[in-house]
């Protein structure tokens, strides 16, 4: 059975991150959605309400788990068998960025990273936007799954 | 069974090349290497030689099949059922071209695009580099897969 | 009275250029679209056809007019009294470019350029790859503008 | 009459982002230069000396206005009648910044963004190259609007 | 004689590091290894512990010298003499950054910067990477120089 | 002896590659100019014009020698014993190539390459630009060495 890990601290789960799960879906029998839990690291919306709309997102989906870690990235893909790393790709600096992040996990663990690259409708979505959105009152629901 | 595409030109086919097709294939039940013809484009090797090294570099490998093509990469993928393209980028310039032409492929044809970052020391390794040196006169063998 | 120059082969004129003149309009009494003629350069359409395409294009909309040149843009602006060249930005390659040709109008000609990003959903859209398309056969009517 | 907004902290304000106002000016009967007021976020310069530094470097420019405002830019581009954003852009890395914020401010509220390309005598300034001077005791005043 | 400065915080100093000094020392009489110290800042490991670090991995080198500085690295550069700074780049994010501070050296001090390229073998190297690993318990040891 | 070798076309020298020249020469003993000359590559300006024109911008300067060569780069750098090649980048795109030929040369041929970061004042010239404007009939002596 193929899996691939989907990791991110999903503060909140964007559409764009839900677009990205869907496309990889074919390719996998399973993709795993791992929220990563730093302690030291401050969050706008708890782990549960993440963990909760993760869930509602992909509730018909049998092949998406949704689950928490607190391990290097790298040691949970392999206590969960995952064979892979997913990630999205938005732009150039995200692009720099996975690429020195995949380097050191293929180079220190033997841990591959397949990319997708966003949609350009989704390109200008992140959770830092809904947050500053949400920040100023504003209403965000068009940047997040539909309940 | 998930087959994907990894299409080119290959005028060489080189190191970098193969590193990606056998990084892929613990993703996929068949790699499909096409080599795009292309009548108005003169190559520096002729399609005999690219087909017979690319099939001499994978000829333990059942999983990988090499094929030539002269429609448009779209169409030649659903003729062969592959699910997706897969490519690889070295640097900023491939990924912002591998973007216009993934984009373009979504949404013309529906076709979703698989990339790898290519391992660090391949990153320099082209087939324009390989003709390069042999124009010279020069060795190029350690860019290409072993006899 | 504001005009500004959007400069090109239009080779043919896209659906992204026609988004461009269109997001330019509010701010400009008037928005030239001039065809560069380069004697040396072929085309896949002949000028008239890209001529007549772009009037038609923006048939309804008297402040746009479609002008032909031969000489370098800078000149070409002044003779027309355009106070700058509007450009679109696709991506980072584009950037690149338009910034060292900017640099120099603005050193050579005292001519400014303003620049608009090209919305997602045309970014993957250009001349060259309606040229592909219409090379292997295919329907390329959705990159251009509705007749 | 035609407006635009430029928006910043302006901590402080430098010769760049006066250059910028500049050059924009030929193209628009008022360029409002907006203070973003942020509560939460510390600045170096208080708000009243950036205020009135802003006002002095363009006392003899009546199409010049300086405001402060504390809401969401794109509400305060409505509120004041400013038809579009001006940004400008040194390099690569402000691209990529500036093309996912004015996607979100094309999508989410209808508000367009011109950009203009930074002279590159100027590509080196920033308003936090002048706050690490004058931490280390240096003089700053070639990057600062003349007194 | 000619001496060339490498400055930098080096929390901790790394084998990517180390190898752009040694591909330095060809070109340079003495290549000078300048610890940044920030009383505002907080790292990771102690001056003492980085400075020691550093002249063991240089120990039978005499043509490196390992110094600590408080003060802009400009003027430290021409406190002891250096002619130019030395920097190493690893990817686009890092040469927009070099190029910015560069010029500002250049225009403001007239110092000049010298750059060489990380080796793709150490591409995704960094002090960044080092403390992330150490902070989960694992081993970094194969980043760092040999003892 | 340190020697350097700066190659290209040079089609014609620029003001851009002039300043190069001389930034390295406070590092190098000798900088050595070297012409390629490639009999496939038509040129504008004949090698005999761009052999005197270079010639002439460094009259005065015993330390820098112009040659011309037809073998591989790195061939020519081992037989003139030059240490290093000395690369000028203007930008990403420049970079991203600069970089990727500098790893084949380190890797193949144990070559070294030493970067300056263009004066952000030449960053639009180029030998191209040069070429468009004379081919137009303009004045380029702004962007050439002066007689």
Do not use: C
């Amino acid at each position: 059975m193929k899996k691939i890990l989907f990791a991110g601290t999903f503060d909140p789960f964007t559409v764009g991150h839900q677009a990205i799960v869907k496309r990889a879906l074919p390719f996998f029998d399973e993709v795993i959605i791992g929220i990563g839990q730093n302690m030291q690291k401050k969050t706008f919306f708890s782990l549960e309400k993440r963990l909760s709309d993760i869930q509602n997102a992909f509730e018909n989906e049998p092949r998406v788990r949704v689950l928490v870690y607190e391990s290097l990235t790298a040691d949970f893909a392999k206590e969960i068998g995952a064979e892979a790393l997913l990630r999205s790709v938005r732009n150039i600096a995200d692009f720099e960025y996975e690429r020195s992040v995949a380097d050191a996990n293929r180079r220190l663990f033997g841990l591959e990273t397949l990319l997708l690259i966003a949609e350009p409708e989704y390109a200008h979505v992140s959770s830092s936007l809904v947050r500053e959105l949400l920040a100023y009152g504003k209403d965000a629901s068009k940047l997040l799954p539909e309940k």
